[in-house]
């Protein structure tokens, strides 16, 4: 005889086993009797009509399988703020969440119309215009250096340190710097 399992608190269908028979029982009675581990039914489930979002779930007041909708463990995106949330009780469907999408947002210059993500134009351009406003500060700030090291006497070629400068580390240093001013 096979049993078919299900989850203790949730009731899931986890799969079927070979019934142990109870011989004591099974000569007592003078029939076959098998033992039933708890959380367990002789209820067969139809698992054709299962798949990743429904599963069978064993309603023991009504001593029966039930197909539910289960997206549990399924991200979906808020469509204003980009925050995740994960959807965690049996039932809930992301039709529940009108303020979520299952799309993950590709960046943080999109926003969501239509029921895609698009590119936020005037997020786009802002990021834009900050990279152009660092690039302009690293080049004042590197002429600042050069001037100053000219007049120190410590360097005669400015177009060489020039160049140097600007391939070295301190670039990252002063956008690094940038940023933490702008946050």
Same mark, same amino acid.
Request: charged fraction near 30%; charge should be negative; aromatic fraction near 10%.
């Given at each position: 005889?096979?049993?078919?399992? @299900?989850?203790?608190?949730?009731?899931? @269908?986890? +799969?079927?086993?070979?019934?142990?028979?109870? $011989?004591?029982?099974? /000569? !007592?009675?003078?029939?076959? $009797?098998?033992?039933?581990?708890?959380?367990?039914?002789?209820? /067969?489930?139809?698992?054709?009509?299962?798949?990743?979002?429904? /599963? =069978?779930?064993?309603?023991?007041?009504?001593?029966?399988?039930?197909? /539910?909708?289960?997206?549990?463990?399924?991200?979906? @995106?808020?469509?204003?703020?980009?925050?995740?949330?994960?959807?965690?009780?049996? +039932?809930?469907?992301?039709?529940?969440?009108?303020?979520?999408?299952?799309?993950?947002?590709?960046?943080? %210059?999109?926003?969501?119309? %239509? +029921?895609?993500?698009?590119?936020?134009?005037?997020?786009?351009?802002?990021?834009?215009?900050?990279?152009? =406003?660092?690039?302009?500060?690293?080049?004042?700030?590197?002429?600042?250096?050069?001037?100053?090291? $000219?007049?120190?006497?410590?360097?005669? %070629?400015?177009?060489?340190?020039?160049?140097?400068?600007?391939?070295?580390?301190?670039? !990252?240093?002063?956008?690094?710097?940038?940023?933490?001013?702008?946050?």
């Amino acid at each position: 005889m096979i049993i078919y399992l @299900y989850n203790k608190q949730t009731f899931e @269908y986890l +799969g079927q086993v070979d019934a142990q028979k109870d $011989i004591l029982e099974s /000569k !007592k009675e003078n029939k076959e $009797i098998y033992m039933f581990p708890p959380n367990s039914t002789s209820k /067969k489930p139809d698992l054709s009509k299962t798949d990743e979002n429904n /599963k =069978l779930f064993f309603s023991i007041q009504k001593n029966k399988w039930e197909i /539910k909708e289960d997206y549990r463990r399924t991200k979906l @995106y808020n469509i204003n703020d980009k925050s995740c949330k994960i959807i965690d009780i049996i +039932g809930e469907t992301p039709d529940d969440f009108p303020d979520y999408t299952l799309l993950v947002p590709p960046g943080e %210059n999109y926003i969501f119309q %239509n +029921g895609e993500w698009v590119i936020d134009e005037i997020k786009e351009q802002e990021a834009k215009d900050k990279i152009y =406003l660092q690039q302009i500060v690293t080049k004042k700030l590197n002429e600042i250096i050069i001037d100053g090291l $000219i007049k120190d006497n410590i360097i005669s %070629n400015s177009g060489e340190v020039l160049e140097q400068i600007n391939e070295s580390e301190l670039n !990252k240093d002063i956008f690094q710097m940038i940023a933490e001013l702008d946050s």
